[in-house]
């Protein structure tokens, strides 16, 4: 209703201009008008503050024993993991436009809109504020109402921190009249590696993240994927949209205030990111992009590969890459499935199975087991790479899994009704709780 309802105004004021004038018309329209804040408002609404239920969970990333749930937009839940079979929800961390995080030594990172923000985490259970990495994700917006344009915008000494639908007009230079609709990409980011062992936080460790993440650590080395989108201030309908630029950006945790190191163009198509030993593999809406941090400040493409329009994450364990390739009306219809890829050889790597799935989101490796979010839970057996796809050995669908992260036999998935956690030790899977989501 709304499309059709916009199109009508549209026709309507179309029809009240005259033929003959085409020099300058005026024209009204439904559209996406910017809600801003100064920065120092936008600074402020940043706070630690008691617990709240899971309301819309997002990605996890696990640190020693606790666990950190991004609430969409919202912020970060901070729970004791410390006993898996009875998790402690101990902390929210209010913050605007959140949707990814990360972990290393004792730092949580976290977006905020166009900022990055470093906690103390020396104490998980009381992060405090370290400091901002103001304008790391320049060009980042909250996004919109998709059924509808996006009216002109200023983000000189603001930031644009929402949207509210209003019909507004104005005066154009031409009679040929296309209305907008783009899209705009909220900030996200990563994947990392991880070692075997639990460890208290406050060591030298490095966070595990899920599939679906855009921020991944290396070495001393945060990577952030992101989409930023150039606009051309003008009224609507006679500006020019330059259009999405996809951007890898590397920050030097071991700096004092994670000093921001170097950028790299990398596809518009880009949505998740894992590392693993020297090489970074990020997943595309169209394929694999896979690049060298032998250099780790100026990372290289090594290769791609490439499949039809999905969404896709992608892990890596070995000399094998596994990645799933989701369609729906925002990914893409063309099918769903399991790939599974050899990297023996890094500058030419090939697909060497395939195989149908029903819905599938994120998914992890650990032990030779791989596990996969698809309409439920789906665990097989990753022994023989090849085969992984027919040997299924667990299968449960009593609820909608995201993304999850299998770590040393404890297995974390979050989706739309929570956290639920299980043992995979010993051959079974066994389900430990659950965090539901209040509805």
């Given at each position: 209703?709304?499309?059709?309802?916009?199109?009508?105004?549209?026709?309507?004021?179309?029809?009240?201009?005259?033929?003959?004038d085409s020099v300058k018309?005026?024209?009204?329209?439904?559209?996406?008008?910017?809600?801003?804040?100064?920065?120092?408002?936008?600074?402020?609404?940043?706070?630690v503050v008691a617990t709240r239920p899971l309301?819309?969970?997002?990605?996890?990333?696990?640190?020693?024993?606790?666990?950190?749930?991004?609430?969409?937009?919202?912020?970060?839940?901070?729970?004791?993991?410390?006993?898996p079979s009875s998790p402690r929800n101990v902390a929210f961390i209010e913050i605007m436009g959140n949707i990814d995080l990360a972990a290393k030594d004792g730092i949580l990172y976290a977006d905020n809109l166009v900022d990055m923000l470093l906690f103390d985490i020396s104490n998980p259970a009381s992060p405090k504020l370290k400091s901002r990495v103001e304008g790391a994700f320049e060009g980042v917006l909250p996004n919109p109402d998709n059924d509808y344009p996006v009216s002109k915008f200023d983000t000189d000494g603001k930031v644009v921190v929402g949207w509210t639908q209003e019909v507004i007009t104005e005066e154009v230079k031409n009679t040929t009249y296309y209305p907008r609709g783009d899209y705009l990409y909220l900030a996200s980011g990563t994947s990392s590696s991880w070692s075997k062992n639990m460890v208290q936080p406050g060591a030298n460790i490095t966070g595990v993240n899920g599939s679906?993440?855009?921020?991944?650590?290396?070495?001393?080395?945060?990577?952030?994927?992101?989409?930023?989108?150039?606009?051309?201030?003008?009224p609507l309908y006679s500006s020019y949209y330059y259009g999405p630029t996809g951007w890898l950006k590397i920050f030097d945790t071991e700096s004092e205030k994670c000093e921001f190191v170097n950028s790299v163009n990398v596809s518009t198509a880009v949505e998740t990111i894992f590392a693993y030993n020297d090489h970074l593999f990020l997943g595309m809406s169209n394929g694999m992009q896979i690049l060298s941090i032998e250099n780790p400040t100026s990372p290289v493409t090594m290769s791609y590969t490439?499949?039809?329009?999905?969404?896709?994450?992608?892990?890596?364990?070995?000399?094998?890459?596994?990645?799933?390739?989701?369609?729906?009306?925002?990914?893409?219809?063309?099918?769903?499935?399991?790939?599974?890829?050899?990297?023996?050889?890094?500058?030419?790597?090939?697909?060497?199975?395939?195989?149908?799935?029903?819905?599938?989101?994120?998914?992890?490796?650990?032990?030779?087991?791989?596990?996969?979010?698809?309409?439920?839970?789906?665990?097989?057996?990753?022994?023989?790479?090849?085969?992984?796809?027919?040997?299924?050995?667990?299968?449960?669908?009593?609820f909608h899994g995201f993304?999850?992260?299998?770590?040393?036999?404890?297995?974390?998935?979050?989706?739309?009704?929570?956290?639920?956690?299980?043992?995979?030790?010993n051959n079974q899977l066994n389900r430990l709780s659950v965090i539901p989501v209040s509805k």
């Open positions: 209703m709304k499309t059709v309802a916009k199109f009508f105004l549209f026709f309507i004021v179309l029809q009240g201009m005259s033929c003959s018309d005026t024209v009204s329209y439904m559209a996406n008008v910017p809600v801003y804040m100064s920065h120092d408002e936008f600074k402020a609404t940043t706070k309301m819309t969970p997002g990605k996890i990333c696990l640190y020693g024993n606790y666990l950190f749930i991004n609430e969409i937009g919202e912020g970060i839940h901070v729970i004791d993991n410390t006993d679906m993440s855009r921020f991944a650590i290396a070495g001393k080395y945060l990577y952030a994927i992101y989409i930023q989108n150039l606009w051309n201030p003008q490439w499949h039809f329009w999905g969404c896709d994450p992608v892990v890596v364990s070995g000399d094998y890459a596994y990645l799933t390739v989701r369609s729906t009306n925002v990914c893409g219809r063309n099918g769903n499935m399991l790939q599974v890829i050899d990297i023996s050889d890094i500058s030419q790597p090939k697909t060497v199975s395939q195989y149908t799935m029903q819905e599938p989101y994120g998914l992890g490796i650990d032990n030779n087991k791989l596990f996969v979010c698809d309409n439920g839970l789906k665990v097989f057996d990753a022994t023989v790479p090849v085969e992984v796809g027919s040997k299924l050995l667990f299968q449960t669908s009593d993304d999850l992260i299998p770590y040393n036999n404890l297995l974390l998935v979050i989706g739309s009704n929570g956290l639920y956690q299980y043992s995979y030790a």
